[in-house]
T-cell receptor, first 112, second 113 residues
Framework: NAGVTQTPKFQVLKTGQSMTLQCAQD?????MYWYRQDPGMGLRLIYY???????DKGEVPNGYNVSRLNKREFSLRLESAAPSQTSVYFC???????????FGDGTRLSIL | DQQVKQNSPSLSVQEGRISILNCDYT??????FLWYKKYPAEGPTFLIS?????DKNEDGRFTVFLNKSAKHLSLHIVPSQPGDSAVYFC????????????FGTGTRLKVLA
């Protein structure tokens, strides 16, 4: 019963490198989300996908792109990493509108 | 502009006593609220929710109270247990609008044995 699985768990990048964070859920959920969490701040929504085939910007989308590959998978891409993108990234999924979100255990990303 | 605020970064409570965690919001359009618990190196876990049509929701040791006029909600944990030591986040959304949740900054609860 995996729930939401994120890979990798840790990553160190150099400024300017690109990277894709992977997320997969096995709960047949319709909506999926990417958040970042920085020290002293709450989770901030980067992008979300209300259903397969759709994606929308959240609060802090600049510097990121996403792909909803299928109903299970939602990836987050950093095209040219910057030190300001050092953070913990969480993927989440939910059955739909107004439903609680289920989170993965996060990817800790450091950009030097 | 922080729409959801948790003004207490940390709270310590003795085992067996009540823990009260507070959350304030500014957007009167919010109509669905959730509490999440987060242990270190894990993702947040959903704890309890409340819709704006209610002023109280209970689930075992956890009760959430909503005061719409004050734009305030609180989470009560009774009795508190050492395993409750974690960071607690409140989140709010306009359930009828989008799928977006706005999270507070979290309160770190420490339950002392």
């Amino acid at each position: 019963n995996a729930g939401v699985t994120q890979t990798p768990k840790f990553q160190v990048l150099k400024t300017g490198q690109s990277m894709t964070l992977q997320c997969a859920q096995d709960m047949n959920h319709n909506s999926m989300y990417w958040y970042r969490q920085d020290p002293g701040m709450g989770l901030r929504l980067i992008y979300y996908s209300a259903s397969e085939g759709t994606t929308d910007k959240g609060e802090v989308p600049n510097g990121y792109n996403v792909s909803r590959l299928n109903k299970r998978e939602f990836s987050l891409r950093l095209e040219s990493a910057a030190p300001s993108q050092t953070s913990v990234y969480f993927c989440a999924s939910a059955t739909g509108l107004g439903q609680p979100q289920h989170f993965g255990d996060g990817t800790r990303l450091s950009i030097l | 502009d922080q729409q959801v605020k948790q003004n207490s970064p940390s709270l310590s409570v003795q085992e067996g006593r009540i823990s009260i965690l507070n959350c304030d919001y500014t957007n009167s359009m919010f109509d669905y609220f959730l509490w999440y618990k987060k242990y270190p190196a894990e993702g947040p876990t959903f704890l309890i929710s409340i819709s704006s049509i209610k002023d109280k929701n209970e689930d075992g040791r956890f009760t959430v109270f909503l005061n719409k006029s004050a734009k305030h909600l609180s989470l009560h944990i009774v009795p508190s247990q050492p395993g409750d030591s974690a960071v607690y986040f409140c989140a709010a959304s306009v359930a009828s609008g989008t799928y977006k949740y706005i999270f507070g900054t979290g309160t770190r609860l420490k339950v002392l044995a």
